[in-house]
């Protein structure tokens, strides 16, 4: 069956959307169902996706799609936390991908008996891994926050790498001369330079524009970020070939630590996108496979695979991780997960075309080798990691820290007192400015609507002690909570409310708490705080006292003037809620307003159930 190209791009978009919601429902990694989808619907399947009909565009549809992928990838990239690894993350992309490659290519000629330059390719193409894959599979498992950061970085960052010494090994074989290969790596680093320059530079132009509403508004920012993100890939290879890869990247790095008050729009838009162009792509270029091809490897083709998971890989973890604090059971989890993705296909799918116009013999065989790599690992991977996770240890800690949905000031209050008590707290709201303090304040923020599965999912609230509904509207919290109920029952829910709208019954089927013990006014508190006349008061009891009701009665009917914010309980803080039992807390933290303080302390000082610290003035 012949479909003209606009109808096969369109059909295959829809293809790659199908999977990607199947996935989803199966708990997959897209991945798995585009390359069964290539297959189907590919010449050896259906027929209605060919690309040979795209004939000279397939180049520059790929090059396009995969520097809007990299741009989001780099945007994800957090330059606070990679400087906390830095060490091995910079051994993973510089002499970790030469291991990779000087590994790949003996695997090549020794177990597929392939020619030094054949094998020398398939080295090159495999450095990269696939961080289209990666990221989301780390999110799901819940990994340690600094595994998940290496892993991440290297995804992204190989890519640029690992392309260009790929595209240039291209051209060395292409030109079978000795001093080509040494002019060739020489050009590398320049390339790499030049790539590293521009996009820092191209990417400071950007966040020096977007910081500016009154030049670019607010909801033309997505847009006119992917436009300028799609100039610096092609302006960078029209001034130093095939340097645009690494200049996009980074210019996406630059652009999301840029503190920009759109990053969350931004973010959401690009992931979107990327989704649509990954389903694409891999529909596609899965379909230029010949499944006969494929089988023409033989066993030997599964054990170069193997070797390149359980022996190269394992070696270039153990050099980049050597004299660093990274523990043996995150070595080997790094080891173990190295799944490859859109880029390799992408290259792969290049050189075969290019061998093929040279003149040059086996890239068939390169390309369906190096899909072997990319179907092995991602479908043993990705439908393992999870376990594997769980049997090193290595899953970032259960029942660790709170949510807390929204960023005002009153949240703001409750999660650095949360802090004190070493928990990890992260604050969700969608508000520019709310976000903007959040981070003044040294919290952690994540900006997004906290209605969306994705947000709570970035928060991890699977992992949290507690989610805390904090916003000024009890609908909100409520179908937020119900959410992450949906997401997750391990979290204790607190649900804050104005007016007490929502009934016991309500609560207990959400299995909530209401937050605070009593109706709470969000924005009257917050005010407060801002104007600086709230005092922050902490208690503690007596011995041998029991003062549960005789320090409650103190806020009863005072919601204008008490909050109890917080309580310690067997040695942790923990925000103060309705089913607190005080006499088993060995600390009570309130809130008063100024101009009430004196008189309701010296109140609760009086009845001799509660003292404060000693040291502190009465």
């Known amino acids: 069956m012949s479909l003209s190209v606009p109808l096969m791009l369109s059909l295959a978009l829809l293809i790659g959307v199908i999977c990607q919601i199947i996935a989803r429902f199966l708990q997959l990694p897209g991945i798995v169902l585009f390359l069964l989808a290539g297959v189907a619907f590919g010449p050896d399947g259906l027929g209605v996706i060919d690309p040979v009909t795209l004939g000279s565009r397939t180049t520059e549809l790929i090059g396009m799609a995969v520097a809007v992928i990299l741009f989001e990838g780099g945007m994800l990239l957090r330059m606070d ?88 090994g291209l051209e060395v074989v292409i030109s079978g001369a000795p001093m080509d290969a040494a002019i060739g790596f020489a050009d590398l680093g320049f390339r790499l330079a030049f790539g590293g320059v521009a996009g820092a530079l191209g990417g400071m132009a950007l966040v020096w524009i ?82 006969a091809d494929i089988v023409e490897l033989g066993w030997a083709g599964v054990f170069t695979v193997l070797s390149v998971m ?62 072997l790599v990319i179907a092995t690992t991602v479908i043993l991977q990705g439908l393992s990691a999870d376990f594997v996770a769980g049997f090193l240890g290595v899953r970032r800690p259960r029942n660790n820290g709170y949510v807390i949905l929204g960023a005002h000031r009153l949240a703001r209050a409750l999660a650095q007192k949360l802090m004190e008590g070493d928990q990890d707290v992260v604050l969700l709201d969608r508000d520019d400015r709310k976000c903007r303090e959040a981070e003044r304040d040294g919290l952690r923020i994540i900006h997004g609507n906290i209605m969306e599965e994705s947000v709570l999912k970035r928060a991890m609230v699977d992992t949290r002690r507690g989610v805390i509904g904090l916003v000024n509207n009890v609908g909100v919290n409520l179908e937020a909570l119900r959410k992450v109920l949906q997401l997750s029952k391990a979290p204790r829910l607190y649900l804050t409310q104005k007016n007490r709208d ?23 508190w917050s005010h407060l705080l801002d104007r600086q006349q709230v005092e922050l008061v902490t208690l503690v009891p007596k011995p041998g006292a029991s003062g549960q009701a005789s320090i409650q009665k103190h806020w009863q009917d005072k919601a204008y003037a008490v909050l109890p ?46 003292q404060q610290p000693v040291g502190t003035n009465a």
Request: aromatic fraction near 6%.
């Open 502 to 524: 929502v009934d016991h019954e309500t609560l207990r089927s959400l299995m909530a708490v209401e937050a605070f013990g009593q109706p709470v006014d969000a924005v009257y």
């Open 565 to 610: 914010l917080t309580v310690t309980r067997a040695g942790q803080i923990e925000p103060y809620a309705s089913d607190v039992d005080l006499a088993s807390c060995s600390e009570l933290t309130i809130l008063l307003h100024s101009l009430s303080s004196t008189e309701i302390l010296q109140e609760i000082l009086q009845d001799g159930a509660w």
């Open 310 to 371: 359980f022996i190269v890989r394992p070696i270039v973890v153990i050099w980049s991780s050597w004299g660093t604090k990274l523990g043996k059971r995150e070595r080997l989890f790094m080891s173990f997960l190295a799944p490859r993705g859109i880029v390799a296909a992408a290259v792969a799918s290049l050189f075969a075309t290019r061998l093929a116009e040279n003149g040059l013999s086996g890239g068939n065989q390169l390309r369906a080798l190096v899909f």
């Open 81 to 168: 936390a990679m400087k906390r690894n830095a060490v091995v993350i910079r051994r993973l992309i510089t002499s970790g991908a030469v291991l990779t490659a000087i590994g790949g290519t003996f695997a090549a000629r020794l177990i597929m008996d392939w020619s030094w330059s054949l094998s020398f390719l398939f080295g090159t193409l495999i450095i990269v891994t696939g961080p289209t894959v990666v990221t989301p599979l780390l999110h799901r498992i819940g990994i340690r926050r600094n595994l998940q950061t290496i892993l991440q970085a290297e995804g992204v960052l190989i890519d640029p790498v690992g392309a260009l010494i790929a595209v240039i």
């Open 210 to 291: 977007l910081r500016r509403p009154h030049i670019v508004p607010d909801e033309y920012a997505n847009i006119l970020t992917l436009a300028s993100a799609l100039v610096i890939f092609q302006a960078s290879n029209a001034i130093f070939h095939e340097s645009g890869i690494m200049t996009v990247t980074i210019a996406g790095v630059v652009v999301g630590n840029g503190k920009l008050p759109t990053r969350h729009k931004m973010l959401e838009f690009k992931e979107q996108l990327t989704l649509l162009l990954i389903g694409l792509l891999f529909v596609v270029l899965t379909a230029s496979i010949r499944l």
